[in-house]
């Protein structure tokens, strides 16, 4: 039998769990995927069956072993990436969930946010400090506190100690496990608005305030080294968790973005930016986010975060709802069979803005609209509004960290549309690049795996297994990039002021 040399990586994501096996030179060598249910019990209420995410695991992991024909013995290590903020509270005496995931995507917390900003004047910006965050629905903190106030005998439970809580991580390591485990780590943790970022703690204060027990809480544990073991009646061997992280700093981590100012995006139905800021949370001024990018041998490095709502999703509704082509291949080339899109501007605001602008109640527009418009103006000036929104949070990073990139990494679904990343390369004035692995959240919690199981033994070696495919350089003229950036500028001004 061969020495370990292979890693199972885990991708925990919302709407699938994807179950990656890795050879040690990085290639992917069988994916499995298994879909999971998103329940809505009212408007704006998002949650999932926890037995669902654990299955969903489950099952990958034993078809990603079949399908590579490897030795359960030759893995190395478990790597997972997690949704972050969705959470689930179960009774540690007998594993079972108190109530559904309460998926990070669910508004329900709203009105609690507001009673909160009521009662503690201060919070938001004490909740800024400690932090990094907003105070909003999104982070676990009013997630945790509505399930002990809505959920039948739970903050009793809790109270007894009987009550453990997690997010999909834990979930995941604690089965993995069987109940030999609750920890998450710290990344993960910094998603809650219960971690301090500063001191690598829960946050006792803010603890007090949401109303939550501590010892509620998992351990705090690095991103890699092996912190748990999967039980051999799980998985078939004891094999050992080594790297935890959430999604997309897992994709901020594949894309080899490890020095200050690097800078990735993914564009899937919204796009999240991660930038690296190294070893110091700085606190934005410019409306983003401040998180943890990964712990490694003790040492913190910090990124900057933001997201636009709809980027990907913008596809496919101009596709199903608007039907301006048959498909998201036929929409690529329509967009690019004009030159421009004629003094129109679409911001793509279905549900509102998130980053840098944090404003949820506007909606979509189109504005610049004349007597020559078609569909194919619309069409492309909705696709350049994602862009648009992309270069808004870039130069929100760039203002609050003064870097300016060099490069901007990029990985989903919709950087298959040729126009939008030429049209993004165009408007940011610096290369978009596209790697050749695909799944890179899947892949980058792998290498984090791999790193931490010995298979790699730096940083430097996962750099060689990154792979590019394609680079999108910059050909707008300056002149024509200034011009459009100062109508997207007045566009979203009149927006934002609704002026109409």
């Known amino acids: 039998m061969n020495e370990p040399s292979f890693i199972l990586s885990i991708d925990q994501g919302t709407t699938n769990t994807k179950t990656l096996i890795i050879n040690e030179n990085g290639d992917i060598i069988t994916l499995a995927r298994y879909n999971i249910r998103r329940i809505h019990p009212q408007p704006s209420w998002v949650e999932q069956d926890p037995d669902d995410i654990w299955k969903s695991a489950l099952v990958t992991i034993k078809e990603a072993i079949a399908k590579s024909r490897i030795h359960v013995k030759q893995i190395a290590g478990i790597g997972i990436a997690d949704q972050g903020e969705t959470i689930i509270l179960w009774d540690k005496n007998t594993g079972r969930p108190v109530y559904n995931a309460i998926v990070w995507q669910c508004r329900r917390t709203e009105h609690m946010i507001e009673q909160l900003k009521r009662e503690f004047p201060d919070l938001e910006k004490k909740i800024r400090r400690k932090t990094g965050l907003f105070l909003d629905p999104y982070f676990s903190a009013t997630k945790i506190k509505w399930i002990l106030e809505n959920v039948n005998k739970a903050r009793d439970k809790a109270k007894r100690g009987e009550l453990i809580a997690g997010t999909t991580d834990t979930w995941l390591i604690w089965n993995l496990t069987r109940g030999k485990y609750h920890i998450t780590d710290y990344v993960t943790a910094s998603r809650t608005m219960l971690l301090n970022i500063n001191t690598l703690k829960w946050d006792n204060d803010l603890l007090e305030i949401f109303n939550i027990p501590e010892d509620l809480l998992p351990e705090l544990v690095p991103n890699i080294g092996t912190n748990a073991y999967a039980d051999p009646e799980v998985v078939g061997e004891k094999i050992p968790i080594t790297g935890v992280i959430v999604d997309q700093q897992a994709a901020l981590f594949g894309h080899m973005c490890f020095e200050r100012g690097s800078i990735k995006a993914t564009y899937g139905t919204g796009a999240f930016i991660l930038m690296n800021i190294g070893s110091e949370p700085v606190i934005s001024e ?6 943890i990018a990964w712990v490694i041998n003790n040492q913190v490095t ?9 980027a990907g999703a913008v596809i496919d509704w101009l596709v199903e709802n608007l039907k301006v082509a048959k498909s998201r291949d036929e929409l690529d080339v329509l967009v690019q069979s004009i030159g421009d899109s004629g003094g129109v501007y679409f911001i793509p605001a279905f549900v509102g803005l998130a980053a840098p602008y944090w404003n949820t109640h506007i909606r979509a527009a189109i504005i610049g609209m004349n007597p020559q418009t078609d569909y194919r103006h619309i069409a492309r000036a909705a696709l350049e509004g994602v862009a648009l929104q992309v270069y808004d949070i870039l130069e929100a990073m760039r203002l609050s960290s003064n870097i300016s990139p060099s490069e901007l990494k990029a990985d989903g679904g919709a950087t298959a549309s040729s126009f939008l990343m030429q049209f993004q390369a165009d408007i940011l004035g610096i290369p978009v690049v596209i790697p050749e692995i695909q799944e890179i959240t899947g892949w980058g919690a792998g290498l984090l ?32 990039r200034r011009k459009l950036l100062k109508g997207w500028k007045e566009a979203l001004k009149l927006l934002l002021c609704n002026v109409f």
């Open 286 to 291: 410019k409306g983003l986010l401040t998180t």
């Open 302 to 310: 910090y990124a900057f975060d933001g997201g636009v709502y709809y």
């Open 449 to 480: 795996a791999g790193l931490g199981a010995g298979i790699w033994g730096s940083l430097q070696d996962l750099r060689k297994l990154y792979r590019v495919k394609k680079i999108y350089k910059p050909l707008m003229s300056e002149e024509q």
